[in-house]
């Protein structure tokens, strides 16, 4: 037993699981989580930037590339290095996201830029949680 749990926890600090995990985040519960995000996050048609980034479309798109909204460093360096956001790193993400951002600058060899913190401090610690508005933002974004 202690060996899957070890090897779970890898796998989610790798995010090497397979979007079968996140397949069972539920949209409807997750438009009730993502109430709590409503305070700096838009989506839907009429949505606009507010204290943080639109997030129609944010599955599939290149961290750091709304138009019109000012990024933190740390954001903006993760884009440019490639950063794409998909259902496993956005579930990542919204765990703790500024360790996130510098851990994938560091694994990309940018270590260098991997400073500073990036303005969303919110973390979103419950698994279901995270699962359940990915779901919520998947119905946001187009199929690609």
């Given at each position: 037993m202690r060996?899957?749990?070890?090897?779970?926890?890898?796998?989610?600090?790798?995010?090497?699981?397979?979007?079968?995990v996140l397949a069972q985040g539920n949209?409807?519960?997750?438009?009730?989580?993502?109430?709590?995000?409503?305070?700096?996050?838009?989506?839907?048609?009429?949505?606009?930037?507010a204290v943080g980034p639109v997030l129609n479309g944010v599955i599939g798109r290149q961290a750091?590339?709304?138009?019109?909204?000012?990024?933190?460093?740390l954001n903006k360096a993760a884009g440019e290095n490639g950063l794409v956001w998909t259902e496993e790193l956005i579930f990542e993400y919204l765990a703790d996201p500024a360790p996130f951002?510098?851990?994938?600058?560091?694994?990309?060899?940018?270590?260098?830029?991997?400073?500073?913190?990036?303005?969303?401090?919110?973390?979103?610690?419950?698994?279901t949680d995270r699962r359940d508005v990915i779901a919520y933002l998947k119905t946001f974004?187009?199929?690609k």
């Open positions: 060996f899957v749990v070890v090897g779970l926890a890898g796998a989610l600090a790798l995010g090497s699981f397979g979007s079968s949209a409807e519960d997750g438009e009730a989580v993502f109430r709590r995000c409503l305070t700096c996050h838009k989506v839907g048609p009429d949505a606009k930037n750091g590339t709304v138009p019109e909204f000012s990024y933190s460093p951002l510098k851990k994938f600058l560091a694994s990309k060899g940018k270590e260098d830029l991997a400073t500073g913190t990036t303005r969303m401090v919110f973390k979103l610690a419950d698994e974004s187009p199929a």
